[in-house]
């Protein structure tokens, strides 16, 4: 009986295996690609998982790969972030470094072996000579709104969105120094408010900051981020010669609004003396100390007018907005970044404003290393030898899921951050087979059990029905006396 029931089982394994197709999937990420510019993943346990080997991999089995994928996404931490965490310059990585969303998938790199090549490159167009720049700052009132913030002990807590970007002036303010960097600060939201002009020392620049804490406790009214773009431009006008000028925007990526270009004419029909009343009122009438710039010529909305500002400042400043609501497109401030020749900068949420922002005012960067979150591994610096653009190295990995960060560090702090999830196993279609010899094996031994126990069973009733059992005789009634 058992050896029929391993050649039925053998049997059907083959035709199986006969059916099964080969396929080695190329979706995009083996040739090297712009790290920040693929879909990071969010939190949250995936749809869909595809992995991503090697281009000259073996092919797997269809079922082999579908049961690795449901490892991965069963094993998912869903309150992670994958991606590109932040990047103010441009980075080249290429597999396996690559963990993000494609088409409603999420692409995971799978490594047959216990070592993640690095290989990648950095952009350093910037100019390493001296820079002026203004940092603008959304005190709207959609910066009232909390988000968590991780102290400098460790500590979890609930700030506004406001107080998080004013920690990060902070940080910047204790990192600034030297005569090549020269910071402002400018506040807007229903107002604009000039909070500190480049050149000030370090000291009245801190003081500059607390003064307007004191006085702008809380985020007040609309968006006019016109206004600061402005006014931020007038202060950059005076910039000797070989200074860059840069412009920084703290920003959710919403569209901003000031109501400064409501209509309140009626568009062909004339409106009541009441309801112009009530349009007059929704109109913005705080006074912009760069109004001389803008008028309703360029447009009638913050949008048109921001793209007006965009091409007039081309070639003469360049803006980098940092978007801090990595959910939003910020079309307007991409087209903003690209048309001044600035970055579009974006971070998971409020609390990495802190992380991202010096670095925004950085220009050198000193090294670049690989660490595994999960094992505590470290690989050696990345950027070895004089060229300092190039990445090269590796990093050692445990079996099953690793946590991969890796991060570039400039003069100001980090300038980029990545996280990826990669997945390691040294020869796992090997492994794949044994443990499907072995799993065959156990359903050949449960089979036999089970034909074994049938047969006890059919046994035992073929004797039951064969046991005979004499017939009782009535005996005979007494004669009669």
Known sequence: MLRVACALLLGLSSQASARERFARPQPPGHEPYAADALDPVRSGMPDEVELLRAADAPAWPDAMSAELSQRVRA???????????????????RWPLVTAEAGGRVIVPFVDGLELPIEGALDL??????????????????????????????????????DAERRALDHLVDLAGGDWLEVGVIAFGESTWPVAEPGLSVEALRAALARFRAEHPRGDGRTDALCALWTARDWLDSTPDGVAREIVVLTDGDAPYSGRFLSCEGEGRALSEEATALCEARRNASVCPSSHAFSAADG????VQIASFAGRARGEVAVHPLLFEADRSARLWQQVAARTGGRLVRVPGPEAIELALPSLVSSRVRGAVARNVTSGAVSAELLGGDDRTRMAGALALVPGANDVELTVESDRGTAALFRFRVYAEEHAVERWLAELRQRNGDLAVRAEALSDEAEAKLRIARERSLEVRPETVPAAPAPSP
């Open 75 to 93: 094993e998912w931490p869903v309150d992670r972030f994958y991606g590109a965490v932040f990047a103010n310059l441009g980075v080249t990585l």
């Open 300 to 303: 009638t909305s913050d949008m």
């Open 125 to 162: 167009a910037r100019s390493e000579g001296p820079r002026r720049i203004v940092v603008l700052v959304d005190a709207s009132a959609s910066a009232n709104a909390t988000t968590a913030f991780r102290t400098p002990a460790g500590a979890d807590e609930r700030v506004s969105v406001l």
